[in-house]
């Protein structure tokens, strides 16, 4: 992978969203145990870096209140209804031995506890562990921080679906300008005729980025176009279509902010 430095200017905004982008976008979802992603926010999270013990109410659950780091890696703290619980002890195994492959990469034994994730994600200087002036070891985030698949052995599978993610990282902003086209004054239309090179004028970008972006809408399945988007030369017209019903059932919508300064959002129905 490539070198990243440490996250050290906690006072950059823009760094710690771009950081906080990755983590929840950029494939750290999927990583397990579920608690990696929590402490890769945790670690960007009050604009100052913790120690691992400070990270405990960031990976709190109902069996670890406290969030002690002492605590099993694999234990959600989720209460699973009888067939998602299921679901989730057939995928335990898998999960295990996926992660016991990573460990083993850096010459560690397999995960147990929530402090052997910390230390995996530092091996793979994911994260970095500074002393600060009075020699306390805090937890600073490589900038930028890293794709899983550049530090993690992951299988063919998984590498797959990292790179579908990793390109919804790069192009989701441009597929929300495009979506603003189908909401102009706030009204909804339903079809817009247009071209690569007129979408790349909406997003401020080349034809190129305007067919990944619409590609990135395609691949959701509410969005249909009456071209082989991936094929057709950028002056090429076609009409770009939004299923409007389907787009509510499958998408979050993101309202703006109430007047208590919480984030007003409608989830998806399915």
């Known amino acids: 992978m490539a070198e990243t430095a440490s996250l050290m200017d906690w006072s950059d905004?823009?760094?710690?969203?771009?950081?906080?982008?990755r983590t929840a976008r950029g494939g750290w979802s999927r990583i397990r145990p579920q608690v990696t992603m929590m402490l890769l926010i945790g670690a960007a999270m009050e604009g100052a870096p913790f120690t691992?013990?400070?990270?405990?109410?960031?990976?709190?659950?109902k069996t670890n209140p406290t969030g002690l780091l002492t605590h099993?890696?694999?234990d959600?703290?989720?209460?699973?209804?009888?067939?998602?619980?299921?679901?989730?002890a057939?995928?335990?195994?898998?999960?295990?031995?996926?992660?016991?492959?990573?460990?083993a990469q850096y010459g560690l034994p397999p995960l147990e506890t929530i402090d052997d994730v910390i230390t995996l994600l530092v091996a793979a200087k994911v994260l970095h562990e500074i002393p600060d002036d009075a020699g306390?070891?805090?937890?600073?985030?490589?900038?930028?921080?890293?794709?899983?698949?550049?530090?993690?052995p992951l299988s063919v599978e998984e590498e797959q679906v990292q790179r579908e993610l990793r390109m919804s990282l790069v192009y989701s902003e441009d597929s929300f300008e495009i979506i603003a086209l189908f909401e102009p004054d706030g009204r909804r239309i339903e079809e817009v005729t247009t071209s690569l090179q007129r979408l790349a004028r909406v997003i401020d970008g080349d034809p190129h980025d305007a067919r990944q972006a619409v590609l990135l809408l395609l691949g959701e399945g509410d969005f249909?176009?009456?071209?082989?988007?991936?094929?057709?030369?950028a002056h090429k017209v076609f009409r770009l279509r939004c299923d409007w019903?389907?787009?509510?059932r499958s998408r979050i919508s993101i309202h703006g902010v109430n007047d208590e300064g919480q984030i007003v959002v409608t989830l998806p129905e399915d």
Do not use: K
């Open 13 to 21: 905004e823009e760094m710690r969203g771009e950081h906080l982008r």
């Open 52 to 61: 691992r013990e400070e990270l405990g109410p960031f990976i709190a659950t």
């Open 72 to 74: 099993s890696c694999w």
């Open 76 to 88: 959600t703290g989720d209460e699973y209804d009888e067939e998602t619980a299921a679901e989730a």
């Open 90 to 103: 057939e995928a335990l195994p898998g999960q295990i031995a996926d992660v016991t492959r990573y460990a």
């Open 136 to 152: 306390v070891l805090r937890l600073h985030p490589a900038s930028p921080l890293p794709f899983p698949s550049e530090v993690l």
């Open 224 to 233: 249909t176009a009456t071209e082989d988007v991936a094929a057709i030369p």
């Open 245 to 248: 019903d389907r787009f509510d």
